[in-house]
């Protein structure tokens, strides 16, 4: 089955081309700009979620809590009657018989997605890993406009990622968030409802990854997101 990968910001699901949609249909939306001009990038690992459309779509609410991807993903991009150009997130997702699979989403390439509800985000997703059905290891390929899916383990891309961007992995022992200096490019790193291996934390580590505190709780990644956008919204 096509699913049709359209991101629109209309409350009531239907289809509106991201560019395009507006509070009244009448006026062009205004774009959410942040009053300092960062490139942000959230890379969330998915630990239990399968690379597998069907069993993507069967794990939502149960143990692999794939909702996590939607409700992350939707945080990251979409304001209220808007959408931010300046990010592009990364879901990896790592219950696999052969490879992970990494999902780009970059916001400011993106044109249609049809709703930024759940069970739209989801079916996107979906979409994806049907499109890597027969990849080799390190391969990618193209699913829609702004969206992209590969091959590569949440170590891969991240190692791709420390040669130009600044890396955060959060972490309650961490600095606050307000009191942390943000470069052109910071990449937050994420995890759903499974921490991140020790072996894992080290690494990222030695590639220079800052441990960021959000507050004194473990939040959903979904939170998280919200609460750096707000950070950064708001610095300077």
């Not at 809590?65 to 945080?75: G, Q, V, W």
């Not at 040669?163 to 992995?169: C, E, G, I």
């Amino acid at each position: 089955m096509h699913v049709r990968l359209a991101l629109a910001c209309d409350p009531r699901g239907s289809a509106v081309d991201l560019h395009t949609a507006s509070r009244d249909n009448s006026r062009p939306a205004k774009r959410a700009a942040p009053t300092v001009n960062h490139m942000r990038t959230f890379v969330l690992r998915a630990r239990a979620a399968p690379t597998d459309s069907r069993a993507l779509l069967a794990s939502v609410g149960r143990d692999a809590h794939t909702e996590i991807l939607a409700h992350t993903l939707m945080n990251a991009i979409f304001v209220a009657q808007s959408h931010r150009d300046d990010v592009v997130v990364y879901l990896v997702l790592e219950s696999t018989r052969d490879f992970s699979r990494t999902i780009r989403f970059e916001a400011a390439a993106m044109q249609d997605i049809g709703g930024f509800d759940e069970r739209t985000l989801l079916a996107g997703i979906a979409r994806a890993l049907d499109v890597s059905v027969g990849m080799g290891k390190d391969e990618i390929r193209p699913v829609a406009a702004g969206v992209t899916v590969q091959t590569s383990s949440f170590e891969r891309v991240v190692q791709h990622l420390a040669s130009d961007h600044q890396l955060f992995v959060m972490d309650r022992k961490g600095a606050p968030i307000g009191e942390q200096s943000f470069a052109d490019a910071p990449c937050f790193l994420l995890t759903d409802h499974i921490p991140m291996p020790k072996k894992s934390l080290q690494g990222l580590e030695r590639l220079g990854a800052r441990k960021l505190a959000l507050g004194p709780r473990m939040l959903f990644a979904s939170q998280c997101v919200v609460l750096i956008h707000h950070a950064l919204d708001t610095a300077g």
